[in-house]
């Protein structure tokens, strides 16, 4: 896809019609009453501290995971606000569809043109129309009403977007819109990695330091990826972020965006960052487990990687773009006095006004049990097949050979 053409984001289906329908926890924990999944913390096979987690009472006996994750912060929205929301259609996926039309997500990769929803030609009418307010003072608008922010975009690598368009730089509705335009949700994988480790031996050769040289025979040990997967679990986490502030000093967002507009340094920045918050070490438990019960005896790595949870605003001039300029900051960094010299200009010392803020927050949440996010899955764990008498040999390789 060349970067001319416009990128076409499916837009017009309401929340309520894009969540998936799972069963009823009540159903599943009968389902799996009488089996029990088992997490390992294991470096490998045989070294093994094992928490089990049952579908009944959903206790781990294990002190890694027997501390349930908060469900989201004590702020989100309301039922009456969920269901005013669940009738409107959700932010735009343009982090994810830029990347679905094969555009790379390089640091400072211009975005395509967005086509589906009308450009908000007055932020300031726009934001005066929210479909509803927060308890913290942040309107919320839809696309389909208020139109998108005519912001134009890059990628922030694969944490996710930034802009310096001049109109960030003078307005808080123009901020808010862009904030509002860009809240779609964190891309959110389950990444599952099957792996073991190999002694190896290599020749290798050693200087003696008179013009002579010699070899020796080197063991060492690697790691062997054996299989590795990802599920995607995007579509279960709720598209509105509640946006908030938690800045120390009590500035609400739209003070934040003002605070930004009237600062006058080169390398300000606003960033907004997105966090998902669900029962992680629940559904790691399941995981981990089934895929033990499936006869895997060897390494084993449940991870849950995230992206696109940064929206970051900055200013556009020389010095921000030798900031921005990854060969530019990598230079700086090693020759450390350009370095020191930028970040104290920016305010990174404690002792200093900060012009980086990074203080917003928009948290999201996954609105079902982990159980019921397992059984969703379920049918796309796998590993290959492995037995007690393969894992008899491998010992008996490791030991003898």
């Not at 860009?182 to 002694?199: D, F, I, K, M």
């Not at 393969?390 to 050979?401: C, G, T, Y």
Request: glycine share 6%; aromatic share 10%; with cysteine.
């Amino acid at each position: 896809m060349g970067m001319n053409e416009p990128l076409h984001v499916p837009m017009g289906r309401p929340v309520s019609e894009l969540m998936p329908q799972v069963a009823p926890v009540s159903s599943l924990t009968d389902s799996y009453s009488n089996f029990q999944y088992t997490a390992e913390s294991s470096s490998e096979a045989g070294k093994t501290h094992a928490a089990t987690w049952d579908a009944k009472s959903g206790i781990t006996d294990a002190a890694s995971f027997s501390a349930p994750v908060p469900m989201g912060q004590p702020v989100f929205y309301s039922d009456e606000q969920m269901a005013l929301l669940n009738q409107q259609p959700p932010p735009p996926e343009i982090f994810y569809y830029g990347l679905k039309s094969g555009v790379r997500p390089d640091v400072a990769q211009p975005l395509p043109t967005v086509t589906g929803a009308a450009i908000a030609t007055d932020a300031h009418v726009a934001m005066a129309r929210p479909v509803l307010t927060t308890a913290s003072g942040v309107p919320v608008v839809v696309a389909s009403s208020a139109g998108l922010s005519g912001a134009r975009t890059a990628f922030d690598g694969m944490q996710g977007i930034k802009s310096c368009d001049e109109r960030l730089q003078t307005s808080v509705d123009e901020l808010l819109l862009f904030f509002n335009t860009h809240n779609s949700r964190p891309l959110v994988g389950c990444a599952v990695e099957g792996w073991h480790h190999e002694t190896r031996h290599r020749r290798v050769r050693v200087e003696d330091g008179d013009g002579k040289h010699h070899y020796k025979t080197e063991t060492y040990v690697e790691k062997v990826t054996d299989f590795q997967y990802k599920i995607d679990l995007t579509s279960f986490v709720y598209p509105f972020g509640y946006i908030v502030s938690v800045d120390e000093n009590k500035l609400s967002v739209p003070q934040l965006c003002q605070k930004f507009v009237d600062d006058k340094n080169l390398l300000k920045s606003l960033q907004m960052k997105k966090e998902v918050h669900f029962d992680f070490k629940q559904l790691h438990a399941m995981v981990y487990g089934y895929i033990r019960s499936l006869g895997w005896r060897r390494g084993l790595t449940v991870s849950f990687p995230q992206a696109n949870n940064s929206v970051r605003v900055y200013n556009e001039n020389m010095l921000s773009e030798m900031w921005e300029n990854c060969c530019c900051n990598c230079l700086m960094h090693v020759t450390i006095v350009p370095c020191i010299l930028m970040r104290l200009y920016r305010g990174d010392c404690p002792c200093q006004t900060g012009h980086a803020e990074s203080d917003i927050r928009s948290y999201f949440r996954i609105n079902y049990a982990p159980i019921q996010v397992f059984a969703a899955i379920q049918n796309q764990l796998w590993c290959p097949g492995f037995s007690g008498m393969a894992l008899a040999m491998e010992i008996l390789r490791n030991v003898f050979w």
